[in-house]
Nanobody, 123 residues
Framework: QLQLVESGGGLVQAGGSLRLSCAASGRIFSRYVMGWFRQAPGKEREFVSAISWSGRTDYADSVKGRFTISRDNAKNTVHLQMNSLKPEDTALYYC?????????????????WGQGTQVTVSS
């Protein structure tokens, strides 16, 4: 089992920034593709960003240029720096871990999930 705990969410005004963190424990963190997803009320959980063990990254079009994902394999953490936040970024943000060999935006290919951290962006 891999346990994931997110932190860093909160309330911010449009144009502001937040930095989300995900702390992992229980297995060899560096072997997993790590991803961030989000879910707004009444909507499906959607892909935000992913990072491979080697640091390759991928982003949803809606966040490109505004969000940056990073990981520290020595500290078993992954971060999501979110800048220029918009009201439509409001959602519950989840950290996920995929045991597959390739980066993926497919929610069903993530094996472990955290409980989520709420991000609310006011206009």
């Amino acid at each position: 089992q891999l346990q994931l705990v997110e932190s860093g969410g909160g309330l911010v005004q449009a144009g502001g920034s937040l930095r989300l963190s995900c702390a992992a424990s229980g297995r060899i963190f560096s072997r997993y593709v790590m991803g961030w997803f989000r879910q707004a009320p009444g909507k499906e959980r959607e892909f935000v960003s992913a990072i491979s063990w080697s640091g390759r990254t991928d982003y949803a079009d809606s966040v490109k240029g505004r969000f940056t994902i990073s990981r520290d394999n020595a500290k078993n953490t992954v971060h999501l720096q979110m800048n220029s936040l918009k009201p439509e970024d409001t959602a519950l943000y989840y950290c996920g871990a995929s045991a597959g060999d390739y980066m993926t935006a497919a929610r069903d290919l993530y094996n472990y999930w955290g409980q989520g951290t709420q991000v609310t962006v006011s206009s």
